[in-house]
């Protein structure tokens, strides 16, 4: 089944120790999604790659970063892990090429634990 | 996109239909209402969408008013497995490549 993957699922890191998190896609959608959600509240959306252009939102901290090397795969990268990053990190795709469904797949998520 | 105004949290007993309702009294002419759902530890889930026009599909019902202001998702049989954040979402189709806009949502419990 075309879906989203996040590897992995639970990620333990070191207080300001950069980390790395992974998102693959086999839906061929154009834009991929990262999305924070901490413990009670809804995901908020970091930023997203349309095709190969960046995007980020105003107020995402400038110690995440992302990457996108190709179509299938995107990455987040958090270059000090403060304890207020520990979070579930939701990545999301979706297509906007003309006649496809405009719909967004989510994927399980990675649940950052910092310390 | 217009804002939306959900309850916190809702209780439904299983095998009962259960109706979630969602304010969204700014809504404009071109926009749609999303529903979406996030079982704990996964990722949101689609539900439905629609524009004025009453809508279903397997998993739910959408019942949006006739001046498109409030609307009412229904699970006509709910199940444990339906115990999740329901979030209300209004956007244009489409609506760009930007993200969705979650809310606060509402919790459903669905009791034994």
């Known amino acids: 089944d075309a879906m989203v993957i996040q590897n992995p699922r639970y990620q333990v890191t070191q207080f300001g120790k950069p980390v790395t998190l992974s998102c693959s896609q086999t839906l061929n959608h154009n834009v991929m999604y990262w999305y924070q959600q901490k413990s009670s509240q809804a995901p908020k959306l970091l930023f997203h790659?349309?095709?190969?252009?960046?995007?980020n939102e105003a107020d995402t901290p400038d110690n995440f970063q992302s990457r996108r090397p190709n179509t299938s795969f995107c990455f987040l990268d958090i270059r000090s892990p403060g304890l207020g990053d520990a979070a579930m990190y939701l990545c999301?795709?979706?297509?906007?090429?003309?006649?496809?469904?405009?719909?967004?797949?989510f994927g399980s998520g990675t649940r950052l634990t910092v310390v | 996109d217009a804002k939306t105004t959900q309850p916190p949290s809702m209780d439904c007993a299983e095998g009962r239909a259960a109706n979630l309702p969602c304010n969204h009294s700014?809504?404009?002419?071109?926009?749609?209402v999303y529903w979406y759902r996030q079982i704990h530890s996964q990722g949101p889930q689609y539900i439905i969408h629609g524009l004025k026009n009453n809508e279903t599909n397997e998993m739910a019902s959408l019942i949006i008013t006739e001046d498109r202001k409030s609307s009412t998702l229904i699970l006509p049989h709910a199940t444990l497995r339906d115990t999740a954040v329901y979030y209300c979402?209004?956007?244009?189709?489409?609506?760009?490549?930007?993200?969705?806009?979650f809310g606060k949502g509402t919790h459903l419990i669905i009791q034994p």
């Open positions: 790659y349309y095709d190969k252009d960046f995007n």
């Open positions: 700014t809504i404009s002419g071109n926009e749609y």
């Open positions: 999301a795709t979706s297509s906007r090429r003309t006649g496809d469904n405009y719909g967004y797949t």
């Open positions: 979402i209004v956007r244009m189709y489409g609506g760009g490549a930007d993200g969705l806009t």
